[in-house]
């Protein structure tokens, strides 16, 4: 029963939500309906532009450029923080540039990537990219520095070479900080794309946002924000299940 | 030992006029939390014969197990040489195995995994590394567990599970930090039995550090006793009781009360063990 409470639980939320949004709308406690449309209409308007095909290239579109910002972060991130975590030098090279970047907006950058790669995909994924791999690198160099002494030792003293080392004992051993920094890194390459979109672009939710925002269609907007919202929820999901197949052999399935 | 059978002159001479293991003047000092050094070990010499089964006993924090690490080339020492073979150690390598007091499994790998990751690193082929991580995990009285995360297993397992690990490596020189601490007396005492079956069969070198003299005295050829800190060889005994032996011979030799009871109060003398 709790069990089916719990899983319930969202949906409930959600539910809970739309209706009151529902209420309010209709009530007029939110003013004018143009300013923010009820449920019913932003589903309408998600209706059609399913049908004219547009929301689902959109879909297609930002997916894409996610998907692409954050597995080039995940590598970079993961490369990058098990050389901080484990050379002194690598650590020396890179800390300033993780220090700096790790803080600055990246969307100060956004013009210049658009300068530099163009007005379509790759400027989205580099900024996507920019907003992800810091706090991947960031938490796999946090990990990596602290597996233990005697693991590496263990391996070493086994014949493993300096790459054993570090892509079989210190990697799966910063597993578990190396998927809590992909979260946060893949919400980062969500917000990258989405805003990179929204600036400069053409196509994707973001630009389907700033399209309605123009053309004064709000439910258009609002679709664009569930949109990207259920993406980055369904991107989220994947990666908890992920991490539950990967990290089996944690005591408790210690995750958090 | 079948080898020395075999190449009788070969295995002579080497005896003669090489040391497995040759430490001189091996001396480390670990950086102080705050401020200073402590001096570890204050300078030890020992030469540990090829096939030899020596222990190490001293007080706790007298740096056996610092020494182990000297030895297994994981830190350096300030001062003094270790040879391996008639080799400088430089670095960790598959001729030393050791077996950490801490165990040191790779939680991620099942106890099979962890067996079988061992086997790898020594080129074993894939096809056969299944057959001998269970021969070895029999060995050590785990059949059952191959499937099970090091994080299912209680402190007992753990430490067969790493024995076996290390035993994978089938490396001529065996280090082992307490590996028997860890464990109920009756689990001890068959680990024990084991252990010196196949020191027996394999002609390994083993250093064996432990706390408890009874074990000492019934598994080496010589037991080393370590001052405190700053450590230096204290005294070296040769027990001497005929090989192979049981239990039962041991504790019932003439000799074996009085070293016993001789280094236990050398131990006394040092501090708290
Ligand atoms: N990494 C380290 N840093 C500082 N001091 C250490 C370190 N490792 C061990 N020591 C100190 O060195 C001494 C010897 O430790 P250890 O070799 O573990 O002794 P034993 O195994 O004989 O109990 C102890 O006083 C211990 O506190
Ligand atoms: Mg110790």
Redesign the interface.
């Known amino acids: 029963m709790m069990r089916l409470i719990s899983r319930a639980g969202p949906l409930l939320a959600l539910a809970v939500l739309i209706g009151a949004w529902h209420i309010a709308v209709s009530r007029g406690w939110l003013g004018n309906p143009f300013v923010l449309p009820g449920p019913g209409a932003v589903a309408r308007r998600a209706g059609d532009l399913w049908s004219d095909e547009s929301l689902p290239r959109d879909l297609r579109t930002t997916l894409g450029r996610v998907l692409a910002a954050f597995a080039l972060a995940l590598a970079a991130g993961t490369i990058a923080g098990l050389a901080m975590g484990r050379s002194t030098t690598a650590r020396a090279a890179l800390r300033p540039i993780v220090g700096l970047g790790f803080p600055a907006p990246k969307i100060a950058m956004f013009p210049a990537l658009v300068i530099l790669l163009g007005l379509g995909t790759a400027s989205k994924v580099a900024l996507g990219f920019a907003e992800a791999v810091f706090p991947i690198a960031a938490a796999v160099a946090a990990a990596a520095s602290r597996v233990?002494?005697?693991?590496t030792?263990?391996?070493?003293?086994?014949?493993?070479s300096r790459s054993?080392v570090a892509f079989?004992?210190v990697l799966?051993?910063a597993?578990p900080g190396l998927l809590a920094g992909a979260r946060v890194g893949l919400i980062g390459a969500i917000i990258g794309v989405y805003v990179g979109e929204m600036v400069v672009s053409s196509d994707g939710l973001g630009h389907a946002m700033v399209a309605g925002w123009r053309q004064l269609d709000t439910a258009q907007l609002y679709v664009s924000v569930v949109a990207v919202s259920v993406l980055g929820f369904v991107l989220d999901g994947l990666l908890l299940l992920a991490r539950r197949r990967l990290m089996?052999?944690?005591?408790e399935n210690a995750s958090g | 030992m079948a080898a020395e059978a075999a190449h009788p002159v070969d295995s002579a001479r080497r005896e003669a006029d090489e040391a497995k293991l040759r430490l001189s003047g091996v001396a480390k000092s670990y950086a102080g939390r705050r401020r200073g050094t402590v001096q570890a070990i204050g300078g030890i010499d020992l030469d540990v014969r090829p096939g030899e089964f020596v222990s190490l006993v001293g007080p706790s924090g007298c740096g056996k197990s610092t020494l182990l690490?000297i030895i297994?080339?994981?830190i350096g020492a300030d001062g003094g040489s270790v040879l391996c073979d008639g080799r400088e150690v430089s670095?960790?390598?598959?001729d030393?195995?050791?077996v950490?007091q801490?165990f040191?499994l790779?939680?991620?790998?099942?106890v099979l995994g962890n067996v079988t990751?061992?086997l790898a690193?020594?080129g074993v082929s894939r096809k056969d590394r299944p057959e001998q991580a269970r021969r070895l995990l029999s060995l050590v009285g785990l059949d059952e567990a191959g499937r099970l995360?090091?994080?299912e297993l209680s402190g007992g397992m753990k430490q067969r599970v790493a024995i076996a690990?290390t035993l994978a490596?089938d490396s001529e020189v065996l280090l082992m930090d307490e590996p028997f601490g860890a464990l109920d007396a009756q689990t001890r005492a068959l680990l024990q039995e084991e252990l010196l079956r196949i020191w027996d069969e394999t002609g390994k070198t083993v250093l064996f550090v432990t706390h408890s003299v009874e074990e000492a005295l019934y598994l080496s050829d010589r037991i080393v006793v370590l001052s405190s800190r700053p450590s230096r060889v204290r005294d070296v005994i040769t027990p001497g009781f005929p090989r192979p032996r049981t239990r039962e011979q041991v504790l019932a030799d003439s000799s074996y009360a009085a070293l016993y009871e001789r280094i236990w109060a050398e131990l006394r003398e040092e501090g708290p063990a």
């Open positions: 233990p002494e005697r693991l030792w263990s391996a070493e003293s086994m014949g493993a054993a079989r004992v799966p051993s597993l089996r052999w944690a005591p | 690490y297994g080339g994981f670095g960790p390598g598959p030393r195995g050791i950490f801490e040191a790779f939680p991620w790998k099942t990751w061992a690193r020594r995360y090091p994080s690990r490596m």
